[in-house]
């Protein structure tokens, strides 16, 4: 019984370690490229751009985002 917990644990801590990972390096990418006077411009324009939110991953970040920054307003 133990031993079949442990590997379930351990199956979904890679799943969400993946995940993770996955998320960090191609926002990376996105943002390597922007300078840090552009990336103000940048963003105001990619809240309105569909290409952010075609993938799910993508589309759960930019609902998590979008409430955090009504949160602070």
Do not use: C, P
């Not at 996955?22 to 840090?36: G, I, L, P, V």
């Amino acid at each position: 019984m133990s031993k079949r917990l442990l590997h379930l644990l351990t199956i979904g801590l890679i799943i969400l370690l993946g995940i993770y990972l996955y998320q960090k390096y191609t926002f990376r990418e996105n943002f390597q490229s922007k300078t840090r006077e552009t990336l103000g411009k940048w963003r105001k324009l990619k809240r309105n751009t569909i290409k952010y939110r075609d993938n799910f991953i993508g589309s759960m970040v930019y609902k998590i985002k979008s409430t955090l920054r009504k949160a602070k307003l």
